[in-house]
């Protein structure tokens, strides 16, 4: 691949802008999906606490 | 990490890189021909608010499923001479084409062959099954040869045609997307794609195939299926509200007959055909990709090809990698899908895939109108002057052979605002498209919603990388 001319910086630039967008929305939906996966994670783990409780019981 | 996270953080990363690393250098192309009042990537940033508010609305207002059970109303009854009397005008176009091709100039800016195949019908139909409907199925000439062969078969048997093979459900679509393929390597690699007699004797070749499959499989399934024209422009005509049957016009809800696409083996890919081919077109008359092809074309003359296999060569690889770019970043968007909803439902990444892919046609049709609609503006008005003198040797039957195209009546800047327009309103209904699907498929409104988290993201990236493309080429 050539290497860009560095002349040409400054579109290579402006490219990245049309690219940020698409950066922001895929790192909000991995922090969601992150988020979501701890929660229902987090709700596993009482259920299944919830449950050693009752047998103890 | 696991596997499949470490799996879609490279295509991630392929897909990132391929949009980044496209960037060209365009600081003395003629850019800046339209007077915008704000930079072009701010209609990239305005395109994907625009879609993450359209995604918002369709997740707090539209709750049900609308396009699972629509009916159509039948409004205007069409005498049943109609469709064999368009089936033979059709013939009678494609054999005069045919004709132009061989008998006309080799000049191909005078001769009507080459702007027919690569203006009004590569460009204008779709445009024409937007709004009209299935325009071509009515003129197909394949179509009408086929189904004439067949009643003449039939009346010679006393009635009785032969049965035609079962057309197998694992084809699918698949001869389509080889069609489109081809044909879209035929137009932007080839170095004689403009060549008349070449044109017409590519149109026999690729009727006579039709001919075999139909009289393989059926006229009806193979044109719905395997006729790449015919399933390229149907699903096109799928957004339109109006359905043509041979014996009556029908009007249906607006978008619902994209909903009803059914998702066989084969659709997927021809989306991602359809999506990547154009983007290539784009991409291909950038500067980036001139300064990649001259550092490529080189290296294959010097593995021994002629300079003219050799630039063919380049660009058939940088369709392949477009449309591999195109499918990688889908199949990306699916697998999010997949791991949204993997508590919810026992569907598969592809099987994701599949169901989604009708999403993708009014994207496909998004990036024809974006990537065409000047060249439809502009060079569609040379059809007065080559009507009038379709073979290129002086005459003038209309009396408009004198005609030139008028580049005013559309600016640059009126041109751009149509390719935003296009690409921002294609990848709404897109995303609308895909909640309605997604809501049928699940079993709430909030796992449907959280499912087309990562169809956001597919549409926001197609959106962007179409931007990016008409930012280079404008």
């Known amino acids: 691949m050539p290497l860009p001319p560095l002349a040409h910086a400054g579109h290579w630039f402006v490219g990245l802008i049309y690219l940020a967008p698409v950066a922001i929305l895929v790192v909000t939906l991995l922090v969601i999906g992150r988020r979501d996966r701890l929660a229902e994670a987090e709700e596993l783990r009482r259920t299944a606490a919830d449950e050693d409780r009752e047998t103890a019981e | ?474």
Not at chain 2, 322 to 343: D, F, K
Not at chain 2, 439 to 458: D, E, H, I, K
């Open chain 2, 1 to 474: 990490m696991t596997r499949n996270h470490r799996r879609a953080l490279v295509a991630l990363a392929v897909a990132a890189t391929a949009l980044v690393a496209a960037t060209p250098a365009e600081a003395h192309g003629l850019v800046g021909k339209q007077d915008l009042p704000i930079p072009k990537w701010l209609f990239a940033w305005a395109a994907f608010v625009v879609l993450v508010i359209s995604f918002v609305g369709l997740a707090t207002l539209w709750q049900t499923a609308r396009f699972g059970d629509v009916t159509e109303r039948r409004r205007l009854a069409l005498p049943r001479v109609l469709d064999p009397l368009c089936g033979a005008l059709g013939v009678l176009m494609f054999a005069g084409l045919v004709y132009a091709g061989y008998a006309g100039t080799q000049e191909s800016a005078a001769n009507i062959l080459p702007t027919v195949v690569y203006v009004t019908f590569w460009v204008g139909i779709p445009f024409a099954s937007l709004f009209l409907g299935d325009v071509f199925r009515a003129f197909n000439p394949w179509r009408a040869i086929g189904r004439a062969v067949g009643t003449v078969v039939a009346k010679a048997g006393g009635g009785a045609q032969p049965e035609p093979l079962e057309y197998p459900a694992r084809l699918g679509r698949w001869p389509a997307a080889a069609g489109i393929l081809l044909f879209a390597a035929l137009e932007l690699t080839y170095t004689n794609r403009d060549d008349p007699s070449t044109l017409a004797t590519l149109a026999l070749a690729y009727a006579a195939v039709q001919l075999v499959g139909m009289s393989l499989f059926g006229v009806r399934a193979w044109s719905d299926r395997g006729d790449a024209f015919s399933v390229y422009f149907g699903l096109f005509a799928t957004l339109s509200p109006l359905r043509w049957t041979r014996d009556a016009l029908h009007t249906r809800p607006v978008l619902s007959g994209t909903a009803r696409i059914e998702p066989g083996a084969g659709l997927v890919p021809l989306v991602c055909v359809m999506i990547g081919s154009t983007s290539f077109d784009g991409f291909s008359v950038s500067s980036f990709w001139t300064s990649i092809a001259g550092d490529l074309q080189p290296r294959v003359v010097d593995a021994g090809f002629s300079i003219e296999h050799a630039t063919e060569l380049v660009f058939a690889g940088g369709l392949l990698v477009m449309i591999g770019v195109v499918t990688s970043l889908y199949l990306l968007g699916c697998r999010g899908m997949h791991s949204a909803i993997t508590r919810s439902s026992d569907e598969t990444t592809m099987g994701l895939a599949r169901r989604f892919a009708p999403t993708l046609v009014p994207i496909a049709l998004a990036y024809v109108v974006a990537h065409y609609f000047g060249l439809l503006s502009y060079q569609g008005q040379a059809m007065a002057y080559l009507l009038s003198d379709p073979l290129g040797n002086g005459h003038d039957y209309l009396g408009t052979a004198g005609s030139t195209i008028d580049y005013t009546w559309i600016s640059a800047t009126g041109i751009w605002y149509v390719q935003v327009a296009a690409l921002v309103l294609g990848h709404a209904v897109g995303l609308a498209l895909a909640h309605d699907r997604a809501l049928l498929m699940f079993s709430s409104a909030r796992v449907a919603a959280r499912s087309q988290y990562w169809m956001l993201a597919v549409m926001v990236t197609f959106t962007s990388l179409a931007l990016w493309l008409l930012s280079n080429t404008n």
